[in-house]
C-alpha cells in the first residue's frame, strides 16, 4: 500500500517526501528507556517501602504483604490522577508508569474523567473497566488456566503442591 | 495536673516492671533451639538463625545472603528436612520469612532477658506458626 502510493507520487512529491524524512526528528528511543528505567524503578522503590511498612508494622509476612501493598500503591495512583499530577509524570516517563500496577489505577480513574460528562450510571459506570477491563479479563483468565494446568500435572503429573 | 499524669504514668510502669523481676520464671530448655542452630550455622548460605521452642513445638527462623534468597523455596524444603530429621518429637517450623525472623528474635530476646513465661511463650509460638502458615 505504502509502496504503491510512493509509486505513484510526482517526482517532485518524492523528492519533497525524501527532503522530509531526513529532516524529522528522530524518536529519542534510548532517551525514552532511561526515563522509563528509572521512574519506573523509583515507583518499584516506593512499594518496597510500603511492602516493608507493613511487614514491620502490621501482621503480615513477606508472602502476603504483597496484597495490601498492592492495593495502597493503586489507591496513591488513583488520587495522584484524579488530583492531575500522574499525567504529568506519565507524559514524563511513557511506559515507567504505565508498566507498574499504577498504570492500572490510572487507567481506571482516567477513563471515568473522562466520561464523567455522560452521567454516573451510564457515563462512570460503564466506562470505568474501558481499559483496564482488559487487565482484570487477562488476570483472571490466565490465573485460570495456570490452576487448570498445575491441577492436571498434580493429580496425574505426579507434582506436589 | 500534666505531672501528676506522668507520675501516675511512671508508677505504672515501674510497678510492672517489679512485678515481672520478681517473678521466678521456669523456662522450657532451649536446648534443642540452640542445638538447631548449630547445625544450620555451618551452611554457607545461612548468615543467622534465631530459634524458639517450647515442649511440643520448634520454630527456626534462618537470614540467609540475599543473593540466595533467589533459591529461597529450596532452602527451605532442604533446612525443613534436616531440622525435622534430627528432632522427631517436634512440630517444625522451619522459615526464611523476614516477619517470622523478627517475631522469633524478639521472643528469643524475651527469653533470654527472662521476661516471658512459658503459657505466654506458647501462645506466642503458635501466632507465629499460624503467620507462617498463612499464605493468602
Redesign the interface.
Known sequence: MANNKKKNLTPTQQQYQDFQSKREVKRPVLKNCVKAFFVGGTICLIGQLIQTFY??NF???????GNPTVATMIFISMLLTGFGVYDHIAQFAGAGTAVPVTGFGNSVIAATIEHRSEGFVVGVGGNMFKLAGSVIMTGVFSAFVVALIKTILVTWGGLSW | MKKGIILFILTFFLGISDTVLSQELDHFDQHVSEESKKILTKYEEVTNVHAINDDKSLIVAIEIHHHDRLRLNSLEKKFKKEIEDKFLGYEVTVSLDKKIVMETHEMEKKIKNNTINNKDLSKKMKKIIDLSNDKA
Open positions: 511487614i514491620y501482621n503480615f509476612t513477606e508472602a502476603n504483604a
